[in-house]
């Protein structure tokens, strides 16, 4: 049986193969969007773990001096090397992100922690090599989704929250609620705390703009957003 690493290092393979053979696709929709808006603040030094293929420079090549990457797989890390970014291949499964204490402005972590076997101590490792009045922001699917509960209440069925497919439910070992990560990120040390959703979404529906009204902002996120997306810093 393949290891974990060689599952993400073909995932890649096939990827890149299929980029070269298609437009590739660029970060999209409400996470793309909310992401904007969550990584407000410049700084000199900014690493993106789990980076696959660099994509995330598309977002944040204006707004730091000097990007790093880090991926399980060699492939992604190549190709993050290509787009222009300090990428290394390591599994952060093993605990240790390679880098020293307080090395970074800011870190990223886009739907990773879902895939981790230990989120507590893979947060803690994060929380290190972020530099003090430093911030993280961490995305992962939003298992309270209303369309996620539907599916298990209604359906008799466990939501997959994403469309990979390389292995069951898309390497996915975790499952989180806004809750669970405040939880997780405070016993790693991470204070102030928020969340964030597409504020463009709702020019574009008028329906997801009553129901903000409705219930409020938090709980729009609770219950109506796909994703969480928070922001939590190191004082």
Known sequence: ?????????????????LDSCHQEKKFSGDLFETLDVALN?????LLDVGCGNGILMDI??????RLYGCDISKTASRAAKNRG?????TDVNKGYIPYNDESFDIIT??????HVIDPKSFLKELY??????GYLVLTTPNIRY????????????????????FVWGGG??????????VSLMRSAGFTQINFYINPNQFARSSKRLLAKKLIGKSNFGEWFCGGIIAKAFKN
């Open 85 to 89: 970014m300090n990428s290394v291949c």
């Open 146 to 165: 209303f369309r996620n509960l539907k599916k298990l209440l209604l359906n008799g069925t466990f939501p997959h929250t994403t469309t990979d497919s």
């Open 172 to 181: 996915h070992l975790h499952y989180f609620t806004r809750k669970d990560l």
């Open 60 to 65: 944040v090549k204006d707004r730091v001096e």
């Open 109 to 114: 972590c886009i739907e990773v922690v879902e």
């Open 128 to 133: 290190r090599v972020l530099c003090t009045k």
């Open 1 to 17: 049986m393949q290891d974990i690493g060689e599952r993400y290092e073909n995932y890649w393979l096939l990827r890149q193969s």
């Open 41 to 45: 603040e410049s700084g000199e030094k």
